[in-house]
């Protein structure tokens, strides 16, 4: 079983930039990013495949937010820029188990990973 734990959440202005983190206890396969605003569903944010050559972003995000990895300390980083209101959520970081078959890329679904972490807050205010 792999532990992940999201780091790096905070109060931000609207405009500003946030770079969250979430350390793995050990290899994964694709990892993503998820988020929960206040009474609403869970929602995909951004996918990274396990080497880190391919990624994956929802439309409300791109070009705003970069995902990147580092398989040598088995984190994945979510770097935020021109924050606004509605990111205003709980991030939370998913993983796939290493040797679960990654041909079917992009993974936006939650049902498609194995391990979650506890969540980091992020808010931006206006």
């Known amino acids: 079983q792999v532990q992940l734990v999201e780091s790096g959440g905070g109060l931000v202005q609207a405009g500003g930039s946030l770079r969250i983190s979430c350390a793995a206890s050990?290899?994964?396969?694709?990892m993503a990013w998820f988020r929960q605003a206040p009474g609403k569903a869970r929602e995909f944010v951004a996918a990274?495949?396990?080497?880190?050559?391919?990624?994956s972003y929802a439309d409300s995000v791109k070009g705003r937010f970069t995902i990147s990895r580092d398989n040598a300390e088995n984190t994945v980083f979510l770097q935020m820029n021109s924050l606004k209101p509605a990111d205003t959520a709980v991030y939370y970081c998913?993983?796939?188990?290493?040797?679960?078959?990654?041909?079917?890329?992009?993974?936006?679904?939650?049902?498609?990973?194995?391990?979650w972490g506890q969540g980091t807050q992020v808010t931006v205010s206006s």
């Open positions: 050990g290899r994964t396969g694709s």
């Open positions: 998913a993983a796939r188990r290493v040797g679960r078959y990654e041909g079917g890329w992009p993974y936006s679904d939650q049902a498609e990973y194995d391990y």
């Open positions: 990274i495949s396990w080497r880190g050559s391919r990624t």
